[in-house]
């Protein structure tokens, strides 16, 4: 089984910035992309960001030059590091991995970590 957990959510004022971290742990062997997505109230949960083990982002177009991903694999970890952050931002924001265990891949979601941007 895989773990992950997500850190840094808060409240921040328009404009401001804000980074997300989400850590993978369990019988892991690799980790092929990694991502975030968000959720807002009444809404279905959208891509922001993802990263592969190589390298390669994927970002949705609303945050593109605000949002940066980046990814640690040694640690398995990910970030998000968000900038300029406007109200339309506010969701839960939840980190999703690829993880193979040796035997077969599986996707995992973490928690969620609750963001939210005042005007």
């Known amino acids: 089984q895989v773990q992950l957990v997500e850190s840094g959510g808060g409240s921040v004022q328009a404009g401001g910035s804000l980074r997300l971290s989400c850590a993978a742990s369990g019988n892991i062997f690799s980790i092929n992309a990694m991502g975030w997505y968000r959720q807002a109230p009444g809404k279905q949960r959208d891509l922001v960001a993802t990263i592969t083990s190589g390298g390669s982002t994927n970002y949705a177009d609303s945050v593109k030059g605000r949002f940066t991903i980046s990814r640690d694999n040694a640690k398995n970890t990910v970030d998000l590091q968000m900038n300029s952050l406007k109200p339309e931002d506010t969701a839960v924001y939840y980190c999703?991995?690829?993880?193979?265990?040796?035997?077969?891949?599986?996707?995992?979601w973490g928690q969620g970590t609750q963001v939210t941007v005042s005007s």
């Open positions: 999703k991995a690829e993880a193979f265990n040796r035997i077969y891949s599986r996707l995992y």
